[in-house]
């Protein structure tokens, strides 16, 4: 098989690398600024696979990826995998004792840590960037006075030292990553458990229609499909216009799945699937140790 080319939402150092690293064997890793450039990158054939961050515990869905998924490309979810997140707070390798006065951060990490930075530094300046490991790239190049939430691969790729480790507002902090194709092939994968098979698939209601979600809802419960998630989000051509997300836990199949779309589309609703994947359940242990 040929070498697989993997683009992530980078730099090194991120979440996303992490689980790219635990995920996969062997092949050859590009990291990519945000999350439009990585599925740009596959839409244009630069790169076979992308991965990208689908859904917090803590802060739910990332809807940048869910928005430019269905918007914007074509692509199709070949895998998910789901990481333990530990967020630490990192500081420049000179760091003696002086007072933070700058944070910097991905916006899902600030908010993941709001109880922390709220009690421990509450004068601190706040500042978003693109990724974790890119917060942890401006500390290292900043003065002593600025610190990055981040995990331990950020800190070892930039040389920082870790002044507090686990500081994420609930121990039970996990991030569901995307594995993403416009071609879908064979991925060269690591040993790891499989949790179950999903299935997603993306529903468009017909408008002014009287209990159409409870008639879309019910063309799975009677086929007994069980549903893991369901989420409504915009369609973006006036308000009030949503096309709703829903996971089923089980693979795509010549029977149910048909089934259900026919009957849909007898109700004036569309339906398309955006892919039917094994689920990854992945642990990342790191021993952590403060500065």
Not at 98 to 110: D, F, G, M, P
Not at 173 to 184: G, S
């Amino acid at each position: 098989m040929e070498n697989q080319r993997i683009g992530y939402l980078g730099p090194k150092g991120t979440f996303t690398k992490m689980a790219v690293d635990a995920l996969f064997d062997g092949g050859s890793f590009i990291s990519y600024e945000s999350i439009p450039a990585c599925l740009d990158a596959v839409e244009r054939g630069d790169i076979e696979t992308g991965v990208v961050p689908l859904e917090n515990a803590i802060e739910g869905s990332v809807h940048l990826t869910i928005d430019y998924l269905v918007h914007q490309v074509n692509q199709a979810i070949i895998a998910e995998m789901t990481v333990p997140i530990k967020q630490h707070l990192l500081v420049h390798p000179d760091y003696q004792g002086e007072r933070v006065k700058k944070i910097y951060s991905h916006s899902h990490a600030i908010a993941q840590c709001h109880q922390y930075l709220h009690k421990h530094y509450p004068d601190a300046e706040i500042e978003y960037t693109a990724s974790t490991g890119r917060a942890a790239e401006i500390v290292a190049s900043s003065g002593r006075e600025t610190a990055a939430i981040g995990n331990h691969l950020a800190a070892e790729e930039n040389g920082l030292k870790l002044l507090d480790t686990n500081i994420h507002d609930y121990d039970n902090n996990h991030t569901r990553f995307a594995v993403v194709q416009k071609n879908p092939k064979t991925l060269k994968v690591k040993d790891h458990t499989v949790s179950k098979h999903k299935t997603t698939v993306m529903v468009t209601l017909p408008k002014d229609y009287a209990g159409a979600l409870h008639q879309v809802l019910a063309a799975f419960s009677w086929r007994k499909m069980n549903l893991s998630k369901i989420e409504s989000r915009p369609m973006k051509t006036g308000l009030g216009n949503y096309f709703f997300l829903i996971d089923v836990d089980q693979p795509y199949d010549q029977v149910l799945f048909p089934g259900v779309q026919a009957e849909l589309e007898a109700l004036g609703c569309q339906l398309k699937v955006l892919g039917t994947y094994p689920a990854y359940q992945i642990d990342i242990p790191a021993p952590i140790q403060k500065a």
